[in-house]
Nanobody, 128 residues
C-alpha cells in the first residue's frame, strides 16, 4: 500500500522560510508526478506547485506563489519531494497536502483529480 508521509511546516513569521517534505513509502518502482495543494480555513483546496516525473523535472506554480516557492525532488524516481517556501505571507496560512500519481509521460498536473495518492496534510501558519 503506497503512502505519502509529510513533514515540516508549523508556525513561522511573515517573511520567513520553511520547507515541507513528502516521502513516498511502499513505492513499486514507478516514477511519480507530484504536486502540492493547500486549503485555508473556509476555502476550497487549491493548487500550489507540481513537478513532473522522470528526468525532465518540469515544474509549475500558482500565480500566488510563483517566485517565492520552489518544488524539487531528491532523485529521478522521486520518492521524496520538497516544497521550499520563502518570503511567507499570512495568506499562505493553510493546511498543505502533497499528492502523487504514477506517470511516465513526463507531465505535471494541476488538478486534484489527476492525483490518486495524498499525504495527511501539514499545517503552516504564518504570523503577521
Amino acid at each position: 500500500q503506497l503512502q505519502l508521509v509529510q513533514s515540516g511546516g508549523g508556525l513561522v513569521q511573515t517573511g520567513a522560510s520553511t520547507r515541507l517534505t513528502c516521502s513516498i513509502a511502499g513505492t513499486t518502482y514507478v516514477t511519480y508526478a507530484m504536486g502540492w495543494f493547500r486549503q485555508a480555513p473556509g476555502k476550497e483546496r487549491e493548487f500550489v506547485a507540481a513537478i513532473s516525473g522522470g528526468t525532465n523535472g518540469l515544474t509549475i506554480y500558482s500565480d500566488s506563489v510563483q517566485g517565492r516557492f520552489d518544488i524539487s525532488r531528491d532523485n529521478v524516481v522521486g520518492t521524496t519531494v520538497y516544497l521550499q517556501m520563502n518570503s511567507l505571507k499570512p495568506e499562505d496560512t493553510a493546511v498543505y497536502y502533497c499528492a502523487a500519481v504514477g506517470d511516465y509521460s513526463g507531465s505535471y498536473y494541476q488538478r486534484e483529480y489527476d492525483y490518486n495518492y495524498w499525504g495527511q496534510g501539514t499545517q503552516v501558519t504564518v504570523s503577521s
